[in-house]
Structure formats: C-alpha cells, structure tokens
C-alpha cells in the first residue's frame, strides 16, 4: 500500500525543480499571451461590427471564449495537482 507521507529523501532539489517551473511558466505565458491577443478584443467590442456574421450566435461564442480561457489560464494547475497526486510529494 502506497504511504501518503512525504519521505524528506524523495524531496527533488531546487536544481531539478527548475525546468518544470521554467516550462510551466512558459505555458503560462503562452496562454496569457493567446487570451489577451484573440479573446479580450472580442470580449471588449461587444458591438454587431465586432462580431460580424457571429452576432446572432454570441452567446454560445462568449460561452466558448469563457470556458477556453478558463480552461487554458488553469490547466497547468490542474497538471501539477493531478502528478502531485499520482507521485506523491516526489513532482514540482
């Protein structure tokens, strides 16, 4: 049966933390970077001249901007929760 105590020589040193903290930052950043260049216009120009042909379906697309940019500003959270749990204490 698998302990759920954290053993302290399982711990990674700092030094082998840093390119997962390096990458999820990355990812990070990339997803930041996707949301303010292609949902937020869109999001800020609430107008039938923003939306173009879509402006008969801009509820479901303003759905579709909201949970993609929730999914993709939380997913690397929930990555690292979901090793955490499968590994135990020995990731990020």
Do not use: E
């Not at 698998?2 to 933390?17: E, G, L, M, T, V």
């Not at 999820?24 to 990339?30: E, H, R």
């Amino acid at each position: 049966m698998k302990s759920w105590i954290c053993d302290i020589r399982n711990i990674p040193q700092p030094s082998a933390r840093l390119p997962k903290m390096i990458a999820l930052t990355a990812v990070l950043l990339v997803a930041t970077g996707f949301v303010l260049k292609y949902v937020f216009p869109f999001c800020l120009s609430y107008n039938p001249a923003g939306f173009d042909v879509l402006w008969t379906r801009r509820g479901w697309l303003l759905l579709h901007m909201s949970s993609g940019m929730v999914a993709l500003l939380i997913g690397p959270w929930v990555g690292v929760a979901a090793c955490r749990l499968v590994h135990g204490c020995t990731t990020l």
